[in-house]
């Protein structure tokens, strides 16, 4: 990740891998390409027209190596300024629905957490210490934990830039309202980064931007997570 101009670079550096291995190939195509123009000139000449030939060659390749990366920057400068947490009202609660986490949740004073799972609607809570399962025929919860995790931007603006988008959302399941959110967007690899880590089988995980506690956009641990968006919208 490189700031220039006010423009982030979201690349693990296949570009600048690339420009590296081409230099040398440009530089003899340019000798031979200029040879019949400047055979029997002075050597300093011949050096400026070859290397000037050789830069422009290798500004195009990084134009068409980091183009995209380019406009996923822009993008992503556009986008992660709408990310964060929201919190639209708050409700007294002491369990919810969508999550089966309950030695996480109980540190946040939860007494239970529901969810579906394999086809079974299950109850979970921490008695004496260990994790009890039960298996219900209703869920008691009032409010619900959704995950959507999509390419909303793509669907809206087909011809523009897409970031794939993770928003989760607590919903009143009386009335369907939205009691608040976090949003979330990945900031995705260009085109040459993509073929690298396809080709080598690298892991290289991309940047998700987010916002911390200060309301700054930031792609590093520091920003808000779940339990931000549960113990916001849920007192106990």
Known sequence: MVTLFGTTYYTIGTGLLVLALLAPLLWGFARWALRPNVEGKPRRTRLLAEGGLTAGLLLLAAVGLYWDVYLIGQRAKELCEQTGLVVYGTTPSRSFLGSSDIPYWSNYGFDFVEDTVSGRQLRF????GQEVRTEVDMFLSRVQLITETNDLELAKNPKRVALPVHVDKIIDRENGSVLGKLT???????????????LSGIVATPRVCGKNTSGAVTTDDGRLGLEALVTSVLTR
Do not use: F, P, V
Request: proline fraction near 0%.
């Open 125 to 128: 809570s921490i008695d004496n």
């Open 184 to 198: 979330e967007y990945t900031i995705r690899w260009g085109w040459a980064d993509r073929t690298l880590i396809a």
